[in-house]
């Protein structure tokens, strides 16, 4: 939540070096932080479900393993959408919304009677991730970020980790 309030100022500041370096570490901090959650959706879920609901789950591990790769879209999309809406463009956050429903009553619609649940969680995750790439779209042309650039701040999260001993 503090990327709202921090975008809205330094945007108003016309400090885009803050803008940009801060949406590329919030990116890469949040996706080190979810990578355990990828991996374990990923590799493990079967044994997951049954850990937690004593076997009663346990035909949903596939469901889990697609829901699993939103580790790698929510932060990307929750740092995007902060900023959107911490640079005051709220209406497009609107239209992007009536585009994302249009995506995903169609996708629904063929992939649910073709795969079930299994599909269902594929059409979510698939429409959360072109939104996701439209709404990254949008902003890089105002905060000019990129791919490279949110990679390169794992050196920045390794040595915030390691000053705060985080790290064991």
């Known amino acids: 939540m503090f990327l709202i309030p921090f975008s809205s100022k330094n945007y108003a500041l016309g400090e885009k070096e803050k803008l940009l370096v801060t949406i590329e570490k919030a990116i890469c901090f949040s996706s080190l932080l979810l990578l355990p959650v990828l991996l374990v959706s990923l590799i493990v879920p079967r044994e997951l ?49 009536i585009i994302y429903l249009a995506i995903t009553i169609p996708i629904y619609w063929f992939l649910t009677p073709l795969l079930g649940a299994v599909g ?49």
């Open 49 to 97: 479900l049954h850990f937690l609901y004593h076997g009663k789950y346990d035909h949903g591990a596939n469901i889990l393993r697609v829901f699993g790769l939103l580790a790698l879209i929510v932060p990307w999309n929750g740092a995007v959408v902060s900023y959107i809406i911490g640079i005051g463009k709220v209406r497009d956050v609107f239209y992007i919304s």
């Open 120 to 168: 269902t969680s594929i059409g979510l995750v698939a429409t959360f991730l072109v939104i996701t790439v439209i709404l990254a779209g949008y902003v890089m042309k105002i905060i000019p970020f990129t791919l490279s650039g949110v990679v390169r701040r794992i050196g920045d999260a390794w040595r915030f980790a390691l000053k705060k001993g985080q790290l064991i």
